[in-house]
């Protein structure tokens, strides 16, 4: 069955410190993955997606993710954190063989403090 | 740039009474999802519409049914509602199915209270 993992609740990092938010997946095929991220009081917000090619991602405020086949990882990462990146952050794969349907994880919520 | 608009934020509602959620986007869509969102639970889809008029059950459409009559919007009905339906509501739509084209925008959500 396709799933997605995201092993950690809650992400604790101080601002200026590089942040990690991590997303393993399963899926039957080759797979297409997402980032989107929830500020408070928001709806999702799209960050960045891997379809093919490099392994390396760039997104949105400055996020990029790696994608490791062999891992089945898509971790979400930044340089450095900013206060304003607390939010909560979900990972979500598609099977290219399906169609419409994203499988999501349960969510991260991050914490940057000042 | 693409809006998806919801009709409520909040919403409170009592127990077997019949709920309209309203989503509406203007970027000429032809995907449209319903999900609700609990926490530690992720996204969980409801259904999801490739067209008008066309629909599709996702993983837990029990207790609830939509319709799309119209290509910019897409209604989430709770046909008698109860308490284990209190959540918040996103509505979503992506502009085709093909992997440049499925990024799939959202509304800011409705959080849905059953009393």
């Known amino acids: 069955a396709q799933s997605v993992a995201q092993p950690e609740d809650q992400v604790n990092v101080a601002e200026g410190n590089p942040l990690t938010v991590k997303c393993t997946y399963s899926v039957s095929g080759n797979p297409y993955l997402f980032w989107y991220v929830q500020y408070p009081n928001r709806g999702l917000q799209f960050l960045l997606k891997?379809?093919?090619?490099d392994n390396l991602v760039k997104g949105s405020y400055g996020f990029e993710a790696e994608f490791n086949k062999s891992q089945t990882s898509f971790h979400l990462k930044k340089p450095s954190a900013l206060v304003s990146d607390s939010a909560l952050y979900f990972c979500a794969v598609r099977d290219k063989d399906s169609n419409y349907q994203l499988i999501w994880g349960a969510g991260t919520k991050l914490i940057i403090k000042p | 740039d693409v809006k998806v608009t919801q009709s409520s934020r909040y919403l409170v509602k009592r127990t077997g009474e019949k709920v309209f959620l309203e989503c509406v986007q203007d970027m000429d869509h032809e995907n449209m999802f319903w999900y609700r969102q609990d926490p530690g639970l992720g996204l969980r889809l409801i259904y999801f519409?490739?067209?008008?008029?066309?629909?599709e059950k996702g993983d837990i459409p029990e207790g609830y049914s939509v319709s799309r009559e119209k290509k910019e919007r897409f209604s989430l009905i709770l046909e008698s509602a109860s308490t284990n339906q209190t959540s918040m509501y996103l509505c979503a739509s992506s502009l085709e199915s093909g992997p440049s084209t499925d990024t799939q925008y959202f509304g800011p959500g409705t959080r849905l209270t059953v009393l």
């Open positions: 519409s490739y067209d008008v008029k066309m629909k």
């Open positions: 891997y379809i093919t090619g």
